[in-house]
């Protein structure tokens, strides 16, 4: 239990959290990215803005021709 307790923590210190606000540009991973059909197949879809904060960590996207 207690080297597990240590590998997370030292997992966490690494960890860069990262906050966006309203019209920033982003990318989002691609649904068939995480299926692994295709060897060269594109894993990013993008760029989208942000729209709105739906939750802690978690945004509301928008294309950038509006849909």
Request: hydrophobic fraction near 30%.
């Amino acid at each position: 239990m207690a080297v597990k307790q240590r590998t997370t923590r030292k997992y966490n210190s690494n960890l860069c959290p990262r906050t966006f606000v309203k019209g920033d540009l982003v990318w989002r991973m691609a649904s068939s990215a995480r299926k692994k059909d295709d060897k060269f197949s594109g894993i990013w879809d993008g760029p989208y803005q942000i729209q709105d904060d739906a939750r802690v960590g978690a945004y509301k996207l928008e294309q950038l021709s509006g849909e």
